[in-house]
């Protein structure tokens, strides 16, 4: 594990693991131990193939599934529940198809109990950053897919948490689309430093955006390594081509490559 | 017994908005496109019906079939103008005990289905009974219904609530089952309890459903009101042909069947328009995936 940062830590994740008891009575690991900390106003990714525990890891950061091992810690304490707490963005952008656009975003807003008028305000002066002006009466099945995600960032946004998770928010947007998201999420991360940590399997997209990326492998899942991005900000698309943004990639795509060999090894046989 | 309906999820990549809007007019104009879609689903039932009964109206007429045994059209049609105030009275009755039992159903529906959904226990212990009593036939308790309430209305709202019911309920809690489980996650990560979460995402998500189950009820509820009158009234449209009967007057009872079905239509109808009213986004997002 190499620099850990300084300043108090916004998140912190000791030894966090999971057991799930199954039918047959033989219980399955999907998280064997991880580590990893989060600055505050810092871009962490986590890396991982499908399987090796980082969704269970997120789960239990947003206080869905309570570790059988292992604490988190958050602002340096330990609460004694983390749902309300971390802002939360799944794989699916799960608008509800019944809330216009602009309903769907202030949805955080509303459960934290401030009134329609003023979240709608609120709502309003974002709509712009987020691309989504002009569409906030729009039903979201109305929405490109690309639309779709930026409604769903904002919803998480307008929740006001310090600390968000994103769960490979692009993941099912085509590349090029992808790209322009990635920039676009930059541009507005760079604007109010939010801490984010973000989960992919997508390696030039952990290094395009993080100052760290944590890879996670194996099943049961673990951390690996731990990789210091140093590229300068603000990033441009360009980077992509960079001979540091190449060997950075490579440096991460070693261990996990290594690592998908070896299951399929064990499978062959 | 449970109708789903098909929701279908437009999933569009790529980052231009998709138009809210049908396809583009054809020749002619819009309102001549949309004028000769009309015609299209309108014209052919009605030319349907219109055959069935000129053959049916031939039919009788070659056949010189007696009026007490199947009367032609025109002799149904001239009955029911004849007898229009009796008709009337008579529905009128019957509109009122179909509008408290079918309020009844709804009520004693989506209440039994928020209550299963709301404790496991619950379901478990009340779900296999809910089955059960739909295989008990309804119409028969109507009796005992009437010795334990009289002959006024009562009898026959209870059986139009138990014979309606049903299908609200097990519609309601499959759509309630129906809200995505990520969807509740995300708003317990929001900080939102129990009844929050059911509010703004289990109810809305159940209403499709729940649109479904009413009509279904609505045609039942008809069917419930007829079988309440034939077990004891003084009034109603049931209780209108149990009487014509007698007298064999067929074609009064053709035209008394005539206004019971108008009637199953016009709350058919009805659920429909608050169904359009209730969920713009439905119709909306299907509208979409079918241009």
């Avoid at chain 1, 790209?179 to 984010?196: G, N, Y």
Wanted: with cysteine; charged share 20%.
């Amino acid at each position: 594990m190499s620099a850990v940062p300084v300043a108090p830590a916004k998140l912190v994740v000791e030894g966090v693991g999971k057991r799930f008891d199954g039918d047959d009575g033989e219980a399955v690991v999907a998280l064997a131990g991880a580590d990893l900390t989060v600055a505050p106003g810092e871009f962490v990714s986590i890396v991982g193939p499908s399987g090796c525990g980082k969704s269970t890891l997120f789960n239990i950061v947003a206080g869905l599934t309570r570790p059988t091992q292992g604490r988190v810690l958050l602002d340096g304490e330990e609460p004694a529940s983390l749902l309300g707490r971390v802002g939360y963005m799944p794989q699916k952008d799960l608008l509800m198809p019944w809330r216009s656009v602009l309903d769907n975003v202030t949805l955080g807003l509303e459960m934290s109990g401030v009134s329609r008028r003023q979240a709608r305000a609120r709502a309003q002066e974002e709509l712009g950053r987020f691309g989504l002006k002009g569409f906030e009466k729009r039903w979201p099945s109305n929405l490109s897919g690309g639309m779709r995600q930026r409604a769903a960032l904002l919803r998480t946004f307008l929740a006001g948490r310090e600390l968000m998770l994103l769960d490979e928010p692009f993941g099912a947007l085509d590349a090029l689309t992808r790209q322009t998201m990635q920039e676009w999420l930059l541009d507005v991360w760079q604007a109010d430093r939010k801490t984010i940590l973000f989960i992919t399997h997508d390696v030039e997209e952990a290094v395009y955006l993080s100052d760290r990326v944590y890879v996670m492998t194996g099943r049961p899942g673990s951390v690996q390594l731990c990789l210091d991005v140093e590229l300068p900000r603000p990033r441009r698309f360009e980077l992509h081509g960079s001979p540091e943004f190449v060997a950075l990639k490579q440096k991460l795509l070693t261990p996990l490559h290594e690592a998908s060999r070896r299951q399929l090894d064990a499978v062959v046989g | 017994m449970s109708a789903l309906p098909d929701q279908q999820q437009p999933a569009a990549a790529g980052d231009q908005p998709r138009s809210g809007l049908a396809d583009p007019p054809q020749t002619g104009g819009r309102s001549g496109a949309r004028g000769r879609k009309v015609a299209a689903h309108v014209l052919p039932p009605l030319l349907f019906a219109l055959a069935v009964l000129a053959i049916w109206q031939l039919g009788v007429r070659l056949a010189d079939t007696e009026e007490s045994t199947l009367p032609a059209p025109t002799q149904v049609f001239s009955a029911m103008w004849e007898i229009r105030d009796l008709l009337l009275d008579n529905a009128w009755v019957t509109i009122k005990e179909i509008a408290i039992g079918y309020v009844l159903a709804i009520v004693l529906g989506v209440g039994l289905a928020v209550l299963l959904c709301s404790s496991l226990l619950a379901e478990r212990a009340m779900y296999p009974w809910l089955v059960v009593s739909q295989m008990v036939p309804i119409p028969a308790i109507a009796p005992i219904l009437v010795i334990w309430t009289g002959f006024d209305m009562r009898p026959k709202v209870i059986v139009i609530a138990l014979v309606s019911f049903f299908p609200i309920a097990v519609n309601t809690i499959d759509g309630i089952k129906s809200t995505e489980p990520e969807l509740l996650n995300l708003l317990k990560t929001l900080g939102a309890g129990r009844w929050k979460r059911f509010w703004t995402a289990q109810l809305p998500s159940a209403l499709p459903f729940l649109f479904s189950g009413l009509k279904i009820a609505a045609a039942l509820a008809v069917i419930g009101a007829v079988f309440g009158e034939w077990v004891g009234a003084d009034a109603g449209l049931g209780y209108l042909i149990l009487t014509l009967n007698n007298q064999v007057a067929t074609s009064e009872m053709f035209a008394t069947i005539i206004v019971l079905a108008a009637i199953g239509i016009a709350l058919f109808g009805l659920v429909q328009l608050a169904e359009r009213l209730m969920l713009p986004w439905y119709h909306a997002g299907r509208k979409e995936s079918n241009s």
